[in-house]
C-alpha cells in the first residue's frame, strides 16, 4: 500500500473514531443514597450495554452522535430511561437514583398469575411487534412475564406494556438486545372508518 493511501486511511480511521462519544454516570438508590453495583445501563434498542461497578459508576464508550436513550434495570426498582442528546466527540453525565419497589414479585409469583387471555394477547402482540416471517420465527421474547396488556378505553384498540425492560433475542442474525416497552398502542379504528368511506361512495 502506498504510504499516501495508509495515512489517508489512518486519518479517516481516527476521525471516524474521534467522532463518537462517552456517557459516564452514577447510579443510586433513591431512598438510601447507596450507591447500586452491578445495575444494567444500556442504549435502548441496541446490543450496547454494561454494568455499574462496586461505586455504583458506568461508562459506555464508542456511542454514535445523535439522540439515545439510556436505559437503567435493576431487580427490585423500577426500570428508568433517560433520553439524551450526544455531540460527535462528546461526553455526557447521565446520574439517576433509582426507585425500589413497593412491593417485589418473583417470576414464580408473576408467571403463576398469567391466564389464558394473556396467552393469547401475547401471542398477538409478538406478531404484531416481532413479525410472522423467517426471521420472526428465529426470534424469542427471553422474559414475556413482565410484559402486560392492559384494557384500552378506546374501542379496538391494543396495548401493551412493562415495567421491567425486555430482553430480545434474535438467532437468524445473531444479536441480543434489551429494549424499554414504555407503551405499545395500536388501533385499527382509522382504518375501519376509511374502508366505510370508500364503501359508502360505491
Known amino acids: 500500500m502506498p504510504i499516501f ?11 471516524a473514531f474521534a467522532q463518537t462519544g462517552t456517557i459516564t454516570g452514577l447510579v443510586k438508590d433513591a431512598e ?3 450507591s447500586l453495583p452491578f445495575c444494567n445501563v444500556f442504549i435502548n434498542n441496541t ?3 454494561t454494568v455499574t461497578d462496586l461505586d455504583g459508576k458506568f461508562v459506555l464508550s464508542g456511542l454514535e452522535p445523535g439522540p439515545l436513550e439510556v436505559g437503567f434495570s435493576f431487580m427490585g426498582y423500577v426500570a428508568e430511561t ?48 416481532i413479525g410472522i416471517d423467517e426471521a420472526a420465527a428465529k426470534t424469542q421474547i427471553l422474559n414475556p412475564w413482565v410484559i402486560d396488556f392492559p384494557a384500552s378505553s378506546e374501542k379496538g384498540a391494543f396495548t401493551a406494556k412493562a415495567d421491567l425492560p425486555i430482553e430480545i433475542e434474535n438467532r437468524f442474525l445473531g444479536y ?13 379504528r382509522p ?9 359508502s361512495k360505491k
Do not use: C, H, Y
Open 5 to 15: 493511501s495508509f495515512w489517508l486511511f489512518f486519518g479517516f480511521f481516527n476521525l
Open 32 to 34: 438510601t443514597g447507596e
Open 47 to 49: 446490543t450496547i450495554s
Open 82 to 129: 433517560r433520553k439524551v442528546t450526544l455531540n460527535a466527540g462528546g461526553n455526557l453525565t447521565v446520574n439517576l437514583s433509582m426507585k425500589p419497589f413497593a412491593t417485589e414479585l418473583n417470576d414464580v409469583e408473576i408467571k403463576a398469575s398469567r391466564d389464558k387471555t394473556w396467552e393469547r394477547d401475547l401471542r398477538k402482540f409478538e406478531n404484531l411487534f
Open 176 to 188: 441480543k438486545i434489551t429494549f424499554n416497552l414504555n407503551e405499545f398502542f395500536l388501533t385499527l
Open 191 to 199: 382504518i375501519i372508518e376509511l374502508w366505510v368511506q370508500q364503501d
